[in-house]
């Protein structure tokens, strides 16, 4: 049996409101004990001892929307680096979205991507499969043999499906099966004709605009699906202040909806464009400052559930083009906590609520045992030091893509270690 104790560690878990100096056990991949007095007055036996000089111990987070390259653009990002990048980011699972070539639509290609990621990636990875075949919008997946094969949500990832007939489909299907339905919503007739958030800045900049509107009008229509189905529906980014208010006037219903944000919407705004930098085209469109500061309103309110990184790395030369041709995504998985704990720097949002949304109510959405500090739970865990400065220098980052839109930006925020099962597969040391 293996044994390893972390004293002098700033406890902190969200599934009990737990902040206070303390200890944590492993035994065998899972916490044996844990609590604010554990290890105060004598060191256990026979057990690896890390003293973590009271940095922060939390449980590992859990990033809900991750793309990688493999199978089929491998340049771009492997199973292998993205979980070292994620390592590197305090990122122990994340769900991998099915925007793959061949698209992971086939319960062969699922049960592939799992023995892969067992085999290569140093995280936990969780497949999530396509919702239409082909993620075209036209046909429905084979949802029932997915979910049985193992894929833990279905999504288009960053398309939306257009026909309100199909989409109800999959609600009902999904919703027979007690699936997740991971959502992007953004209209595609409308978003087709530009390339940043609408507004002034894109009519100064000559680029044309994606209106705000184009991702409430898909809200407010999955939302009346939401309600005729009962199917449990999660939006994979919410980007608008607009549509924000939708999801809460939905939850306040009852309805079985919940939402996500990603961490350059929270921190970054159109004007970070700048001179046209490409390493800023994401999907949704980075917003005005009036949405950026409802999302963080809604972190600290609670109406929105997740942090998520949106990793999508993306090769230089579909980046380095004039705007408008440039592709979109941002790289995001090792900058994902500080930009989160920017919230608690320069917001004042708690950090045990920002924790909440990067760990224990991912894992809830995914209907897993890990996002708790807890008797029993997977030891998936990281220790960093929350004050602690950096600025982004992408070249450092493990993810074989540097297109980061916080290249240089000073933040706070530093992993020092990376547990999973109780192995540790990333030290700062």
Do not use: W
Not at 38 to 50: E, Q, S
Not at 225 to 240: I, K, N, P
């Amino acid at each position: 049996m293996t044994r390893t104790a972390y004293i002098n560690a700033r406890l902190i878990d969200p599934a009990t409101n737990l902040d206070a100096p303390g200890g944590l056990l492993v035994e065998d991949g899972k916490i044996a004990d844990v609590g604010p007095r554990l290890f105060n007055d004598a060191k256990p036996a026979n057990a690896d001892i890390v003293d973590c000089k009271g940095q922060a111990l939390a449980p590992g987070l859990i990033d809900l929307r991750v793309f990688t390259g493999e199978p089929g653009a491998e340049h771009r990002e492997t199973l292998a680096s993205a979980g070292e990048s994620a390592a590197a980011g305090g990122v122990t699972s994340f769900a991998m979205m099915p925007v793959t070539d061949p698209v992971i639509d086939d319960a062969a290609l699922v049960d592939f991507i799992k023995r892969r990621a067992a085999a290569n990636a140093k995280v936990n990875v969780y497949p999530c499969a396509a919702l239409t075949q082909g993620l075209k919008g036209t046909q429905m997946a084979e949802l029932g043999l997915l979910q049985e094969a193992g894929a833990v949500a279905f999504t288009d990832a960053d398309r939306t499906i257009a026909s309100t007939l199909i989409m109800r489909r999959c609600l009902t299907y999904a919703a027979n099966f007690d699936a997740l339905v991971i959502a992007h919503a953004e209209d595609p007739a409308l978003a087709s004709v530009g390339h940043m958030n609408e507004g002034a800045f894109a009519a100064r900049m000559g680029v044309g605009g994606i209106p705000a509107a184009a991702e409430a009008i898909v809200v407010e229509r999955d939302m009346r699906l939401v309600e005729l189905t009962g199917a449990r529906y999660h939006l994979g980014q919410v980007s608008t202040a607009a549509a924000l208010e939708i999801i809460a006037k939905a939850k306040a219903r009852g309805l079985p909806v919940t939402c996500a944000v990603s961490a350059h919407h929270l921190v970054l705004n159109e004007q970070d464009i700048g001179e046209y930098k490409t390493f800023a085209k994401v999907s949704p469109a980075l917003r005005s400052e009036e949405d950026r500061k409802a999302m963080v309103e809604g972190v600290r309110a609670g109406t929105i559930d997740a942090i998520v990184s949106s990793h999508d790395p993306q090769a230089p030369e579909t980046k380095r083009l004039p705007f408008a041709q440039a592709a979109y995504g941002a790289v995001g998985l090792e900058t994902l906590l500080p930009a989160a704990l920017s919230l608690h720097h320069e917001a004042g949002v708690s950090l045990i609520d920002i924790l909440r949304r990067l760990t224990l109510e991912p894992a809830k959405l995914l209907r897993m045992s890990a996002g708790r500090l807890a008797k029993g739970a997977p030891a998936d865990l990281v220790l960093f030091d929350p004050g602690a400065p950096r600025k982004i220098d992408p070249i450092e980052f493990r993810s074989r893509s540097k297109n980061s839109p916080f290249k240089g930006r000073l933040m706070q925020g530093r992993v020092s270690r990376t547990i999973v099962a109780g192995t540790t597969v990333f030290s700062a040391v």
